[in-house]
């Protein structure tokens, strides 16, 4: 995991210092602090969007653990998430295999299917997969596959589009092995809406925020390096300048919240220069004093922006005609079904019944 609880602790702790300040000013506003779990997987944060939440909100503040401290018009992809079932009849493998029909073959067609499209799509997609069900044993034929899949790209159509053709060869798997398939798109996020006003407000508090680590602290970073493999350079010591428009590969359902409101976005140094996210070092780094600093800084950064945009109506007023002129009249739909009430596989309980103490489970 990237440590996102420290994302939790750096929001709180800036809504309440924010709220100080303009209790101190006589600065009217209202803060809002949603509690935003599973940015990649299933987050909430579409859910939000799609569901009005954001309707009545001014502007948007977040920041992602990262190995710099930087802010730029960063553009991440947009992307869907699917899962294809495939359904086929068992027989005994050794016996009488002609009786059977193997939903595993179906399975590893569509995965060859994947390689063949790879060649005609475009440098900026990514299509990534893995099989979550291929079978019990060797000697049954599997009458029961299960393939989970993400596809980005830079924007929905492309998203949207290169869905569609791998729904299509889903389809022509199970035509060629006589099984049927399942395709169960449950979820998809937008591309992130870079925002000018808003970027430099961010590298603002950047520049004026303390980066300082102590020599503990750089050699932890120094023997996570070592264990990758990967350059002995510890923290980042100092804060980027603005960085241009880059369209990165990874995806985030802030890019949603982009789509409705001017959003500020911004990475501070949580884990060691050179270090992927996902991966062990970023969870160990989080865990320590790194991970505490981060949370405080990130704060008193986010604080101070959203002071700013509380305070001054001309910020608020160009972000706002930025994100519009950026836009140029697309209008944002949802990538989740209305009939969706919430993330697939969780024990969602959502509800009271009349008169009732139990929790009930939702939809």
């Known amino acids: 995991g990237c440590g996102h609880n420290m994302l939790g602790a750096g929001c709180t702790g800036a809504a309440f210092a924010l709220k100080a300040m303009m209790q101190a000013d ?13 940015e990649e997987a299933q987050g909430a944060k579409v859910y939000f969007v799609r569901d009005g939440y954001l309707d009545d909100v001014d ?30 009849r068992t027989a005994h493998a050794g016996n ?4 059977g029909r193997s939903a595993l073959k179906a399975a590893e067609l569509f995965g060859h299917g994947v390689a063949m499209m790879r060649e005609h799509i475009l440098p900026t997609a990514r299509l990534h997969y893995i099989y979550e069900n291929a079978g019990v044993a060797p000697n049954i034929v599997p009458d029961f596959a299960q393939v989970w899949m993400t596809v980005r ?14 729904r299509e060869i889903a389809e022509g798997a199970a035509l060629m092995t006589q099984t049927r398939a399942e395709f169960d ?49 510890g923290l980042a010591t100092q804060v980027m300048p603005i960085l241009p428009t880059i369209t990165a590969g990874a995806s985030t359902d802030v890019g949603d919240i982009s789509w409705k409101v001017p959003v500020g976005i911004f990475g501070w140094p949580t884990l060691p220069l050179g270090i992927s996210l996902h991966t ?3 969870t160990a780094c989080g865990g320590m004093s790194i991970g505490d600093k981060a949370s405080l800084a990130t704060a008193r950064i986010m604080a101070g922006m959203g002071y700013d945009v509380m305070t001054d109506p001309a910020l608020l007023a160009a972000a ?10 697309k209008v944002y739909v949802s990538p989740i079904p209305l009939e969706q009430k919430g993330p697939r596989g969780l024990p969602v309980y959502l509800h009271k019944s009349p008169g009732d103490d139990q929790l009930v489970p939702g939809d």
């Open 153 to 166: 790209d830079e924007n929905r159509p492309n998203v949207e589009a290169m869905t569609v053709w791998l």
């Open 59 to 88: 502007a948007a503040i977040a920041w992602h653990p990262a190995p710099l401290a930087a802010t730029g018009a960063i553009r991440t992809a947009a992307s869907n998430a699917f899962r294809v079932m495939f359904y086929g």
């Open 26 to 38: 006589g600065v009217a506003g209202t803060i809002r602090v949603l509690g935003c779990a599973s």
């Open 96 to 99: 009488s295999p002609w009786d």
């Open 280 to 282: 062990w070092p970023v």
């Open 185 to 233: 798109l449950y979820y998809g996020m937008h591309d992130l809406v870079p925002n000018t006003p808003m970027i430099e407000l961010s590298h603002k508090h950047l520049m004026a925020t303390p980066l300082e680590w102590t020599d503990e602290e750089q050699a932890f970073a120094r023997a996570c390096q070592s264990a990758m493999d990967v350059p002995e350079a």
């Open 320 to 329: 706002k005609a930025d994100m519009a002129a950026r836009l140029a009249g």
